[in-house]
């Protein structure tokens, strides 16, 4: 019996911990095909816990060059990578209706009303000629848990660079 209330919390905790919203926007105009190098931006600021900042700029990494990019070592990069990241309080509300319990058409809503930490990760690639933000994913979910933070950077940055490089659009 226990084991079985400890896979129900299990499954009611994970939709909460990968419920993330990612979003991307490119230029349209832009030929993602010329983009072979990329190299971090000289503007990157790290984040505030170091070790965060070694999960992303990594986690970035790899799945670039698992994207056909490789990093320009040295020289000129054909593309500049910049991530922003940060954790805010945010208030999160839910609803429900319940019916009283003397009367049946006494029914009321209650609204449930609760302080969570979200984070939000912005990945930015600007042509390196231009300077110009081409391409510009972002995802926001509610912060994990300290010991989920590794497996959380990585998933985001997986879910943000999937739809890179985005289809060509058609000619009109």
């Given at each position: 019996m226990r084991s079985v209330i400890a896979v129900l919390v299990l499954l009611a905790a994970?939709?909460?911990?990968?419920?993330?919203?990612v979003?991307?926007?490119?230029?349209?105009?832009v030929d993602f095909s010329k983009y072979r190098t990329?190299?971090?931006s000289e503007a990157q600021q790290p984040a505030k816990n170091p070790a965060n900042h070694i999960r992303i700029t990594r986690a970035v990494e790899r799945e670039l060059l698992a994207k056909g990019l490789q990093k320009a070592?040295?020289?000129?990069?054909?593309?500049?990578?910049?991530?922003?990241?940060?954790?805010?309080?945010k208030l999160k509300s839910s609803?429900?209706?319940?019916?009283?319990?003397?009367?049946?058409?006494d029914l009321r809503t209650m609204v449930d009303i609760s302080r969570v930490d979200q984070g939000t990760l912005i990945?930015?690639?600007?042509?390196?000629e231009s300077r110009a933000v081409v391409w510009r994913g972002t995802a926001v979910g509610v912060?994990?848990?300290?010991?989920?933070?590794?497996?959380?950077?990585?998933s985001s940055v997986k879910k943000i660079v999937a739809p890179y490089p985005p289809k060509p659009s058609p000619a009109p």
């Amino acid at each position: 019996m226990r084991s079985v209330i400890a896979v129900l919390v299990l499954l009611a905790a994970s939709p909460a911990a990968t419920a993330q919203t990612v979003k991307v926007d490119y230029d349209v105009k832009v030929d993602f095909s010329k983009y072979r190098t990329f190299a971090w931006s000289e503007a990157q600021q790290p984040a505030k816990n170091p070790a965060n900042h070694i999960r992303i700029t990594r986690a970035v990494e790899r799945e670039l060059l698992a994207k056909g990019l490789q990093k320009a070592e040295t020289g000129p990069a054909d593309v500049r990578v910049r991530y922003y990241g940060k954790i805010e309080k945010k208030l999160k509300s839910s609803s429900r209706q319940e019916s009283g319990a003397w009367q049946t058409n006494d029914l009321r809503t209650m609204v449930d009303i609760s302080r969570v930490d979200q984070g939000t990760l912005i990945l930015e690639l600007s042509d390196g000629e231009s300077r110009a933000v081409v391409w510009r994913g972002t995802a926001v979910g509610v912060a994990p848990r300290p010991d989920l933070v590794a497996e959380a950077i990585d998933s985001s940055v997986k879910k943000i660079v999937a739809p890179y490089p985005p289809k060509p659009s058609p000619a009109p």
